[in-house]
């Protein structure tokens, strides 16, 4: 017999780790080709059926507090209340975050307010309330001034801002997470009665989202 028909250990060896290679070499291909068909189908459904960002709208807002301690430190509370609303008919939304907090000609008055994260289904809408409250909130030298012409123009006009994230839920499978922006306009009568009576908003508005 010549030395060549002689297989050595290592020969022996090398030969079963290229089948050991290509074993896990094949199972790698068919858990990607898995992976890959099922993510593919995630997104042809997302595709068609194109989820609708959530509505929504400023019900009620009341400012009960806006007083400057200097020229530049601004105690605040305010008191409103939001709807929300899921426009998916096949799709639910769970919130994981929601900060809300007002802002007024730039400038943020309030700290931000967190509030509890919940699960919206198909179609379905939801009141939340929120107070929001500054305790010497650094202001520009120029506010006592802007809520003087406001106060003469007989209107007074807030913004309340909310920001979060969202997951959508189709079924059993969720999607990952989502940030999201709600821009909400309140433009108030602005008479002499701060700090005896509050700001109230007129009628209820629709915010913008973004996401």
Same mark, same amino acid.
């Given at each position: *017999?010549?030395?060549?028909?002689?297989?050595?250990?290592?020969?022996?060896?090398?030969?079963?780790?290229?089948?050991?290679?290509?074993?896990?070499?094949?199972?790698?291909?068919?858990?990607?080709?898995?992976?890959?068909?099922?993510?593919?189908?995630?997104? !042809?459904? %997302?595709?068609?059926?194109?989820?609708?960002?959530?509505?929504?709208?400023?019900?009620?807002?009341?400012?009960?507090?806006?007083?400057?301690?200097? !020229?530049?430190?601004?105690?605040?509370?305010?008191?409103?209340?939001?709807?929300?609303?899921?426009?998916?008919?096949?799709?639910?939304?769970?919130?994981?975050?929601?900060?809300?907090?007002?802002?007024?000609?730039?400038?943020?008055?309030? *700290?931000?307010?967190?509030?509890?994260?919940?699960?919206?289904?198909?179609?379905?809408?939801?009141?939340?309330?929120?107070?929001?409250?500054?305790?010497?909130?650094?202001?520009?030298?120029?506010?006592?001034?802007?809520?003087?012409?406001?106060?003469?123009?007989?209107?007074?006009?807030?913004?309340?801002?909310? *920001?979060?994230? !969202?997951? %959508?839920?189709?079924?059993? %499978?969720?999607?990952? $997470?989502?940030?999201?922006?709600?821009?909400?306009?309140?433009?108030?009568?602005?008479?002499?009665?701060?700090?005896?009576?509050?700001?109230?908003?007129?009628?209820?508005? $629709?915010?913008?989202?973004?996401?």
């Amino acid at each position: *017999m010549s030395r060549e028909d002689v297989k050595s250990p290592k020969h022996c060896a090398n030969k079963q780790q290229l089948k050991l290679d290509k074993r896990y070499k094949k199972l790698f291909l068919a858990a990607s080709a898995t992976l890959s068909t099922i993510s593919l189908l995630i997104l !042809l459904l %997302w595709l068609i059926l194109r989820p609708s960002k959530p509505e929504f709208a400023l019900r009620q807002a009341d400012v009960y507090q806006l007083n400057l301690i200097d !020229l530049h430190l601004l105690n605040s509370s305010i008191q409103l209340t939001l709807s929300s609303k899921n426009p998916n008919k096949k799709m639910g939304i769970f919130y994981d975050q929601l900060q809300v907090y007002a802002a007024y000609k730039g400038q943020q008055i309030t *700290m931000g307010t967190s509030l509890p994260g919940f699960y919206q289904g198909q179609e379905e809408s939801n009141l939340l309330t929120a107070f929001l409250a500054g305790s010497s909130v650094p202001v520009a030298p120029s506010f006592g001034y802007e809520v003087g012409r406001d106060q003469s123009a007989g209107r007074f006009v807030l913004k309340i801002k909310a *920001m979060g994230r !969202l997951r %959508w839920k189709l079924g059993s %499978w969720v999607s990952g $997470r989502y940030r999201f922006n709600v821009d909400c306009v309140a433009v108030m009568p602005f008479g002499p009665t701060l700090p005896t009576a509050p700001l109230t908003l007129s009628q209820p508005t $629709r915010c913008s989202t973004t996401l």
